[in-house]
C-alpha cells in the first residue's frame, strides 16, 4: 500500500509545524505585552450595561488611532516640506489617506447600531462628543480648517491645548505646498501673506501658480504629485465627513448632538468647508 509519506519526524516535527514557535515568554516580549492589550482593553470601560455601547466605545477607540497616526505621518510630511523636499513626503501623504479609509469604514461598523440601540446609552455620557477630539481638531488644523473657537473644548487641558494652539498659529501642510510654489518662482511672497488662524479662501495669485503646475505637469512634475496627493487628502476628509452625517442622521436624526451642536444640520455645514480651494478650481479654469 503506497500513500504520502510524513517528513522526517512525523508530522509533529516538521519545520512548519506549530509546535517549533516560541512558547515561553517568561523572559521576553509576548504579542500581548508588546502592544500592551491589558491597558489597551482596560480602557474599553461602558458606563452601562446596553450591549450597543461596547460598539459605539470600541469604534471610536479605533478611530483615535488612526487619527494619532494620521497626525504623525502628516507632521513627518510638512517637516520634510518645509525642508524642500517633494518625493519622500508622497509616500507619507499616502498612508495618510490609507488611514483616512479605515476611518470612513468604521462609520459602516457604527451604523449597525439602531436608533433604539443608541437611546439605551446615549444618557450616560452626557456632553461628551467627538466635537471634542483632540486628534480629530489637530488633523483639521494641520489641514489648514482653522477657527479660534475650536480650542476653547482644550482649555482645561494644557497638554491638549498648547499644541492645538502651536498648530493653529503655524503652517499648515498647504501653506507649505504653497512655499514650494513661492521657491519655484511661481508665486509672489505677497501671495503668501494671509492670517494663518483662519479657513482659506481662494487667492488668484495660487491659482494663477497652479495653472502653471498643471499646464506645464513635465516641467513640475513633483509639484504636480504633491497637488494631487493632497486632494486625495480632501477627498477622503469629504468622504468621512459625509459618512458622519449620514450616520447621525440615521442614528438621531436632527436631535442637537450632546457636545451641544446643533448634530446633523452643524454637519452639513462643515461639508462646505473646502480646505485646498485652488487645487479643485484649477480643473474648472484648465
Request: glycine share 8%; net charge negative.
Amino acid at each position: 500500500m503506497t500513500g504520502r509519506q510524513e517528513p522526517a519526524g512525523g508530522p509533529q516535527g516538521g519545520q512548519d509545524a506549530p509546535e517549533r514557535a516560541h512558547q515561553d515568554f517568561s523572559r521576553s516580549l509576548s504579542y500581548g505585552d508588546y502592544l500592551r492589550l491589558d491597558q489597551l482593553k482596560a480602557a474599553h470601560q461602558p458606563i452601562t450595561d446596553a450591549h450597543d455601547e461596547h460598539l459605539f466605545i470600541a469604534v471610536h477607540h479605533v478611530s483615535e488611532v488612526w487619527l494619532d497616526l494620521i497626525v504623525r505621518e502628516l507632521r513627518a510630511a510638512m517637516s520634510l516640506l518645509e525642508a524642500g523636499i517633494t518625493d519622500a513626503p508622497l509616500k507619507m501623504l499616502t498612508r495618510v489617506v490609507r488611514a483616512q479609509e479605515q476611518l470612513t469604514n468604521a462609520w459602516e461598523v457604527l451604523k449597525t447600531m439602531t436608533p433604539a440601540d443608541y437611546l439605551q446609552f446615549r444618557h450616560a455620557f452626557g456632553q461628551a462628543s467627538g466635537f471634542q477630539s483632540a486628534g480629530y481638531r489637530m488633523v483639521e488644523f494641520l489641514l489648514g480648517n482653522r477657527q479660534d473657537v475650536m480650542l476653547r473644548p482644550h482649555a482645561h487641558r494644557p497638554d491638549l491645548h498648547g499644541p492645538l494652539q502651536e498648530a493653529l498659529s503655524g503652517p499648515s501642510v498647504y501653506d507649505l505646498a504653497l512655499r514650494l510654489l513661492h521657491a519655484r518662482g511661481l508665486l509672489p511672497a505677497g501671495a503668501l501673506e494671509r492670517d494663518l488662524t483662519r479657513k482659506p479662501v481662494l487667492n488668484e495669485e495660487v491659482l494663477a501658480a497652479w495653472l502653471t503646475v498643471y499646464r506645464d505637469t513635465e516641467t513640475y512634475w513633483d509639484l504636480y504629485e504633491l497637488a494631487e496627493k493632497l486632494l486625495d487628502v480632501e477627498d477622503n476628509f469629504r468622504r468621512w465627513r459625509f459618512n458622519h452625517l449620514t450616520t447621525v442622521e440615521r442614528t438621531i436624526g436632527f436631535k442637537a448632538g450632546s457636545g451641544g451642536t446643533s448634530g446633523a444640520g452643524y454637519l452639513r455645514q462643515a461639508l462646505s468647508t473646502v480646505l485646498f480651494p485652488e487645487l479643485w478650481e484649477v480643473r474648472t479654469r484648465l
